[in-house]
Nanobody, 114 residues
Framework: QVHLVESGGGVVQAGGSLRLSCLAS????????MNWFRQAPGKEREFVASLNWRGDPSYADSVKGRFTVSRDLAKNTLYLQMDNLKPEDTAMYLCNAHLAYDFWGQGTQVTVSS
């Protein structure tokens, strides 16, 4: 069982930055893949970024070059640094841990005003 708690969302103007955090508890952090997803009202949940257990990142094309995923093993925390934010980045951002099952946090809202 993995428990995930996201934080760091908020309201920011276009071009601004935010850093999201996902605190994980349960199985040893860093031994499983973790992902960031987002879901805007009326839209399907979409993949944003991932960091596999080895620490290799990958990104959706829509955020490549603007978002950076990282982790702090000592703090059991996954991060998503979001720069040059755009109004279309507005969504609920959810942290996911992928083991034999998928575990999800409650999400943190990001709103980007134009």
């Amino acid at each position: 069982q993995v428990h995930l708690v996201e934080s760091g969302g908020g309201v920011v103007q276009a071009g601004g930055s935010l850093r999201l955090s996902c605190l994980a508890s349960g199985p040893t952090f860093g031994t499983y893949d973790m992902n960031w997803f987002r879901q805007a009202p009326g839209k399907e949940r979409e993949f944003v970024a991932s960091l596999n257990w080895r620490g290799d990142p990958s990104y959706a094309d829509s955020v490549k070059g603007r978002f950076t995923v990282s982790r702090d093993l000592a703090k059991n925390t996954l991060y998503l640094q979001m720069d040059n934010l755009k109004p279309e980045d507005t969504a609920m951002y959810l942290c996911n841990a992928h083991l034999a099952y998928d575990f999800w946090g409650q999400g943190t809202q990001v709103t980007v005003s134009s």
